[in-house]
T-cell receptor, first 115, second 111 residues
Framework: DTGVSQDPRHKITKRGQNVTFRCDPI?????LYWYRQTLGQGPEFLTYFQNEAQLEKSRLLSDRFSAERPKGSFSTLEIQRTEQGDSAMYLCASSFSLSGNYGYTFGSGTRLTVV | TQLLEQSPQFLSIQEGENLTVYCNSS?????LQWYRQEPGEGPVLLVTVVTGGEVKKLKRLTFQFGDARKDSSLHITAAQPGDTGLYLCAYAGGGADGLTFGKGTHLIIQP
């Protein structure tokens, strides 16, 4: 297993465009998380899936953001009508529920720049 | 949401020096985690501390969980340029089933 993979690594888009990011978790992990990290801050929780069910969404996840994990494997995060404030690193992490609160593995992230 | 305060925010020292960074809160935690993040990469888990007063060592890194489980520290002995990065503390169970992070300590070790 190669760990958590995220694609693309970098994305530059014009304000108002839609963007979609993909995350492939570790295959044995049934939990998948999305985080956003802006410059000088720690990662902030956005949303969480257990298998294909989206169980929690942060208030940070406005209605322009949508996440899916249709078959309980890979996940996508879409941002519609991007704004300059959406510029950030978007991180995906996965874990196995029986590991409790431990065992999070992060991907390398997708760096989004909205111009 | 419980707040994690990390200090110092920035630290730049010479190779070979020792340093300590802190993660403090007024809340009690069942566990805390420490991560290191290099530029352009995701955080990598270093250690999880669970028991009050617990000390864990990872080569030149020593992690301590406060007796009251409200704070934690990371001590690096004989720092090396490879230790450069953003050190984050985090706790799980902040009501969102995900991790809540502090803002981190940016550490630069100069050769």
């Amino acid at each position: 297993d190669t760990g958590v993979s995220q694609d693309p690594r970098h994305k530059i888009t014009k304000r108002g465009q839609n963007v979609t990011f993909r995350c492939d978790p570790i295959s044995e992990h049934n939990r998948l998380y999305w985080y956003r990290q802006t410059l000088g801050q720690g990662p902030e929780f956005l949303t969480y899936f257990q298998n294909e069910a989206q169980l929690e969404k942060s208030r940070l996840l406005s209605d322009r953001f949508s996440a899916e994990r249709p078959k309980g494997s890979f996940s996508t995060l879409e941002i519609q009508r991007t704004e300059q404030g959406d510029s950030a690193m978007y991180l995906c992490a996965s874990s196995f529920s029986l590991s409790g609160n431990y065992g999070y593995t992060f991907g390398s992230g997708t760096r989004l720049t909205v111009v | 949401t419980q707040l994690l305060e990390q200090s110092p925010q920035f630290l730049s020292i010479q190779e070979g020096e020792n340093l300590t960074v802190y993660c403090n809160s007024s809340s009690v935690f069942s566990s805390l985690q420490w991560y290191r993040q290099e530029p352009g990469e995701g955080p990598v888990l270093l250690v999880t501390v669970v028991t009050g007063g617990e000390v864990k060592k990872l080569k030149r890194l020593t992690f301590q969980f406060g007796d009251a489980r409200k704070d934690s520290s990371l001590h690096i002995t004989a720092a090396q340029p490879g230790d450069t990065g953003l050190y984050l503390c985090a706790y799980a169970g902040g009501g969102a089933d995900g991790l809540t992070f502090g803002k981190g300590t940016h550490l630069i070790i100069q050769p």
